[in-house]
């Protein structure tokens, strides 16, 4: 499936997904790493090693049904922000009003200055940051 239509899928009332501590951390409770666990077009898109994922996941956080499964892929893709979509796991709505009216402008930001410094992490499925 291409990514333009995993996009589909992106969906607040859709989007499953838990937080677990990464295999490398001494705390359980610190490093918590966000995993996309449905539904299957959104693990897959997960894997996807296609900046432009990350491009038009950005874009779809101006949509108030779709920006916190577009947060909760961003951090799963980049670890950026995941302490958020943790703290807010329960509560997507109040994520909504508390800061995620403003994470367009935050990740537009960001993805414009490192777009191309980002490499793809294949053994973590994640967006790094060459510095």
């Given at each position: ?27 359980a409770t610190l490093d918590r790493r966000i995993v ?10 997960a894997g996807k090693a296609d900046v432009r994922v ?78």
């Open positions: 499936m291409e990514p333009k239509d995993s996009l589909n899928f992106v969906r607040n009332d859709r989007i499953k997904f838990v937080t677990m501590s990464s295999p490398d951390s001494q705390f996309i666990t449905g539904p299957a077009e959104l693990i897959e898109l990350l491009d038009q996941l950005v874009s779809l956080l101006r949509d108030p049904d779709r920006a916190w499964a577009a947060i909760v892929l961003l951090a799963a893709l980049t670890r950026r922000e995941e302490k958020v979509v943790d703290a807010f796991a329960t509560s997507p709505e109040q994520w909504w009003e508390s800061v995620g009216k403003t994470a367009y402008d935050r990740w537009s930001e960001w993805l414009t200055g490192a777009r191309g410094k980002l490499t793809w992490d294949a053994d973590n499925r994640i967006f790094v940051e060459q510095r």
